[in-house]
Each structure stands twice: as structure tokens, then as C-alpha cells.
């Protein structure tokens, strides 16, 4: 199954113009045969701090926008949103939306408390993976990347991570390391899409990439806006884990 991370700016706290800036980006990567597109962490915003400007109810505009592009492009999409869950709470939420329409949702477990975003932002509790087309995919958000332990629960049931962040460019080796990490630890696949552009004074340069689960890149871009596509084999995650099986010996 082909797989495309959508290395994106995004404009601040600005949804409809967001969503204008990525259309084209997301008919590219359907064009490219991506049955599996990445936005970026509250893509269509920027890491606001201020929910009370940003924070939309399930099935708002930032939502409706992904359900509308998977339905039209027949494919898979997910990035996160500021969205308000049904408790009132608001929580920054990855929505992956099918071609039919359906959404499922994960709400980041590690809110960054580093930014405050724990103050105004409720963390998750619970994982989500999602069986796309035989390939078994689960979601994390940015700072989720630093666990691994999170990563380490779900290994036997996942060939692909997809990581959507707003990762700085002054901890760039950190995600490009960490990125790696995940991939060779839990023997598969890891996409990890990041936004470009600057906020204020804090710049982000992407590094967004795909990796297979031996930890050689397929694709990466940085700085730039992009599209990167890959090509993402659940065959090949077996295969791995049977010739090298070093999971089997996690205590």
C-alpha cells in the first residue's frame, strides 16, 4: 500500500486558509496512488495554545474538510485538530477519516507539558490502530514520539506508526532520531510528518520521512513544503520479525 506524508505550513489559526494551502497538496499524493495521506498536528492551525480560539466540535469545519477529501480522493486521510470531545473538554485529537466517511479518533495521550499544553488541553487514555486495506496502522501525535513505551504495547499489532507533529527545528535531531528509533525497535514502518514555516520565533523545518522497520529511509524532505510517498509491505513486517525476532524477547 502506498503511504504519503504531507509536509505542510499552515496558517496560523487560520482553518479556511489552511485548508485552501492543502487541497492541492492532498490531490497530488491521491494522484500519486496514496491510499494512506498524513497531515500534520492541528493542521489546520498551528499548536495554539488558545483552544478557546481554535477548538471545534467533533465534526466541525477541520474535520468535515478531512472527510470530505477521503470521500472525494477514495483514500485514507489523518491529521489532528483542536477538537472539543464530547465530555466539553478540548483535546488535541487525531481524526483519521475512510472513504466512506467514517472517523476514528485519538486523542493524544502526552499532552506537551513543556508549552502548557496540559493546562488547556485534556490528555488521552486510549490507543487507536485501524486495519487500512491489510495493513494495521496506529496514530500518535508529536510529543508521543519520546515514549516508547507506548509504541512498545502496540508492536505485535502494528506494521506502520504514523506520527503527525509540529516538531522545532531546535530539537530536529531528536525527532530524526527518535523517528528511527521507534522504527527499529518495534520492527516497522514509521511515518513521521512535520510542518515547515515559523511561528512567532520558533521555526520547523519538516524532516518529515518514511522509514521501513530495519531503519533505512524511503523517503524525507525538509524545509520546503512536500510530498512524499512510499510504498509500505505488512509482508515485509513479518518477514522481519521472523528472521530477526527480537520482539519475542521483550520482558
Not at 515514549?147 to 504514523?162: M, N, R
Not at 525497535?185 to 512567532?200: D, F, I, P, S, T
Request: with cysteine.
Amino acid at each position: 500500500m502506498k503511504v504519503a506524508a504531507i509536509q505542510h505550513d499552515i496558517d496560523w489559526e487560520d482553518g479556511a486558509a489552511t485548508r485552501k494551502r492543502v487541497t492541492p497538496l492532498i490531490a497530488q499524493a491521491a494522484a500519486a496512488g496514496a491510499r494512506l495521506i498524513a497531515l500534520t498536528e492541528m493542521y489546520a492551525t498551528g499548536f495554539s495554545m488558545r483552544p478557546d480560539r481554535i477548538a471545534e466540535d467533533e465534526g466541525g469545519p477541520n474535520e468535515r474538510f478531512m472527510v470530505d477529501k477521503a470521500r472525494e480522493h477514495g483514500c485514507w486521510l489523518v491529521g489532528s485538530i483542536a477538537q472539543r470531545s464530547a465530555d466539553g473538554q478540548p483535546r488535541n485529537v487525531a481524526v483519521l477519516a475512510a472513504p466512506d466517511g467514517t472517523v476514528h479518533r485519538y486523542a493524544k495521550i502526552h499532552p506537551f507539558s513543556y508549552a502548557g499544553e496540559h493546562d488547556r488541553y485534556a490528555a488521552g487514555t486510549e490507543f487507536l490502530t485501524v486495519d487500512i486495506e491489510g495493513v494495521n496502522v496506529s496514530v500518535f501525535i508529536c510529543y508521543d514520539l519520546r515514549f516508547a513505551d507506548e509504541f512498545w504495547v502496540l508492536a505485535h499489532d502494528t506494521d506502520l506508526y504514523v506520527v503527525v507533529a509540529n516538531w522545532p527545528a531546535p530539537r530536529r535531531e531528536h525527532w530524526r532520531t527518535l523517528l528511527r528509533a521507534r522504527a527499529i525497535e518495534n520492527q516497522a514502518y514509521v511515518l513521521g510528518v512535520n510542518r515547515v514555516g515559523a511561528v512567532r520565533d520558533v521555526d520547523h523545518v519538516g524532516d518529515s520521512a518514511i522509514i521501513d522497520p530495519l531503519g533505512r529511509t524511503l523517503a524525507e524532505a525538509s524545509i520546503g513544503e512536500a510530498v512524499l510517498v512510499a510504498e509500505v509491505t505488512p509482508q515485509y513486517v513479518h518477514e522481519i520479525r521472523e528472521t530477526l525476532p527480537f520482539l519475542r524477547d521483550r520482558r
